[in-house]
């Protein structure tokens, strides 16, 4: 491990002492966030394994840094979307998804609007509502516009689950002159906006 901060080694420390603790569950949750804590104190040596690794190794390194909060993790998470690997790329919009960071809004957004991959899309279509960010309903309202299927209903659930009412003209002209698919969809969301 390289050098850690001296504060990550006092955590480090309590944590390792707590997993002696009488009470169960503080030994559980201390092990979880040992766990955590460790993936930090090795942060070298995860962008290591993440360059070096093989395509499993990758993955599991993704949702190592997607459990670290921090400058180099979220750096990591986003050279990952780059990834010419789907899964890996997914994966990690996932974790970028999960940590809520609204410094990853702008990369994933921007991967929505350039990648030609359906399921990139729809991955980063299921995680950009639960950033509150108002850049967010316009990336969404953007992606009815796909001439992918797949696409337009991952757009139109993620409408839904932002809920602005600003949505409810598009969702509407879908749930009345969409295919059947999509207004199964439209239902459901529209039905989920703000009165």
């Known amino acids: 491990m390289a ?48 360059k070096n690794g093989d395509h499993t190794e990758r993955i599991r390194v993704i949702y190592a840094f997607g459990k670290i909060r921090s400058e180099i993790a979220l750096k990591a998470l986003v050279y990952a979307l780059r990834s010419d690997d789907a899964e890996v790329r997914n994966t990690a919009v996932r974790a970028l998804g999960d940590s809520k960071d609204t410094r990853a809004l702008g990369p994933l957004i921007d991967l929505l609007q350039q990648s030609q991959d ?52 598009p969702l509407l002209l879908v749930l009345e002159k969409g295919p059947a698919r999509l207004r199964r969809s439209a239902a459901v969301a529209v039905g989920d906006l703000e009165v």
């Open 3 to 50: 050098d850690i901060p001296e504060h990550v080694a006092i955590r480090l420390d309590a944590l390792r002492r707590a997993l002696r603790d009488p009470d169960e569950i503080v030994r559980a949750n201390a092990s979880k966030a040992l766990e955590r804590l460790e993936a930090i104190a090795d942060l070298d040596g995860l962008i290591e394994r993440f």
């Open 118 to 169: 359906e399921t990139t899309q729809v991955e980063i279509l299921g995680v950009l509502p639960l950033f509150q960010d108002e850049r967010v309903f316009t990336a969404v309202q953007s992606a009815l516009k796909s001439k992918n299927i797949e696409v337009v209903d991952a757009a139109i659930q993620a409408l839904g689950r932002i809920g602005k009412r600003e949505a409810e003209s």
